[in-house]
C-alpha cells in the first residue's frame, strides 16, 4: 500500500491510501486516512518543502500506526537540512540533526532519501539506505553528446562525482572550485583547471541548485576556457531564483521531481518512477 501526501508526487507504484489533509488556522497540519487493510506494509511517500510538510509526515506515521499498522517504509528523497551538516559559527543550528532526530523518533521500519548533500545526513539516521544519483545521470546522459565531460563544480562535489565517474565508467572528470564566505554567503574565485577545453561539451553535476550562483559563475568561466555547450544535472532542483539566468548559460538543466514539479520548455525532469522502478 502506497500513501503519497503530495499528490502530484506518486514515486512508487502501487494501490494508493485515500486520505484528506488541511491546515488548521492555527497552523497545525491535519490528516484523516481512510480505511484499509492494516496488516499490509505502507510505503509511505512526500516531498519536504517546508516544516509544515515535516510536520504531516510525522502526524500521517502517528495516523497510520494508531491504525494498526506495523511497517512502515519511508520514502523522502530530498531530505531538509541537508545542506547544514556542520556548525560554521557560534549561534548557529546543527539543523540536520534537528531534522534527523525528529524522523529518528518515528520508528519507523526504514527511510530511503536520494543522493543526500554529504555523508552525515544517513550518519544520523536509524535504518537509512541512500540511493546514489547514478542512475539518474545514466538517463540524463542518454540525452547528451558521447564526448560530453564531466565537471564537478568544487571540491565537496568532487568525492561522489568520482565514485559516479567510475560505477559510468566516464573516463575524466574535470574538478573547479571556488571560494564561498561562511559569513555572507558570496561565491568568488570560480576555478577551471584546464586553459582550453577545446569547444567540448560539459556535463556539471552536482546535488542541489537552490539559487544557481555556483552554476551561474561556474558556467561563465567554463565559457572562458572555451567549452563547447552546457549542460546542468541536478539531482534536487529548488530553483528559488526561477531559470532565466542557468537558461541564459545552459542548452538544458536536468533534475528529478524529488522537491517539485517544474514546467519549463529549459528544464527536463526525469520523473522518479522512472528511474526507481
Known amino acids: 500500500m502506497i500513501l503519497n501526501l503530495n499528490k502530484e508526487f506518486k514515486?512508487?507504484?502501487g494501490k494508493e491510501i485515500i486520505f484528506e489533509s488541511f491546515t488548521f488556522n492555527g497552523g497545525e497540519?491535519?490528516?484523516r486516512i481512510e480505511v484499509f487493510d492494516t496488516k499490509q506494509k505502507v510505503h509511505?511517500?512526500?516531498r519536504i518543502n517546508s516544516f509544515n510538510d515535516l510536520g504531516l509526515l510525522c502526524i500521517a506515521t502517528d495516523a497510520l500506526k494508531r491504525m494498526g499498522v506495523k511497517e512502515i517504509d519511508i520514502f523522502i528523497p530530498y531530505f531538509p537540512a541537508a545542506r547544514q551538516d556542520r556548525v560554521m559559527q557560534s549561534g548557529e543550528s546543527l539543523s540536520v540533526k534537528v531534522v534527523a532526530d525528529i524522523i529518528n523518533n518515528l520508528q519507523v521500519s526504514s527511510l530511503t532519501i536520494l543522493d543526500p548533500h554529504?555523508?552525515?545526513t544517513p550518519a544520523l539516521l536509524n535504518d537509512c539506505t541512500v540511493i546514489s544519483n547514478h542512475a539518474f545521470i545514466a538517463k540524463v546522459l542518454e540525452k547528451l553528446p558521447k564526448d560530453v565531460m564531466l565537471i564537478s563544480p568544487d571540491a565537496g562535489a568532487s568525492k561522489k562525482i568520482f565514485k559516479l565517474a567510475s560505477a559510468l565508467n566516464i573516463p575524466t572528470v574535470i574538478e573547479c572550485g571556488k571560494k564561498r564566505d561562511v559569513i555572507t554567503g558570496q561565491l568568488?574565485?570560480?576555478?577551471?583547471?584546464?586553459?582550453n577545453l577545446e569547444n567540448k561539451p560539459c556535463l556539471?553535476?552536482?546535488d542541489i541548485c537552490d539559487g544557481g550562483g555556483t552554476f551561474i559563475g561556474l558556467g561563465k568561466e567554463l565559457k572562458k576556457k572555451n567549452a563547447g555547450a552546457l549542460y546542468l544535472a541536478i539531482s534536487h532542483g529548488i530553483f528559488s531564483k526561477g531559470f532565466d539566468d542557468l537558461s541564459s548559460i545552459y542548452e538544458y538543466v536536468f533534475t528529478t521531481d524529488?522537491?517539485?514539479t517544474i514546467r519549463n520548455p529549459n528544464i527536463q525532469q526525469i520523473q522518479l518512477k522512472d528511474i526507481l522502478n
Open 188 to 195: 568568488s574565485g570560480f576555478h577551471v583547471p584546464l586553459d
Open 258 to 260: 524529488s522537491f517539485r
Open 204 to 206: 556539471i553535476v552536482d
Open 118 to 120: 554529504s555523508d552525515v
Open 11 to 13: 514515486p512508487i507504484p
Open 29 to 31: 497540519p491535519h490528516i
Open 44 to 46: 509511505l511517500t512526500h
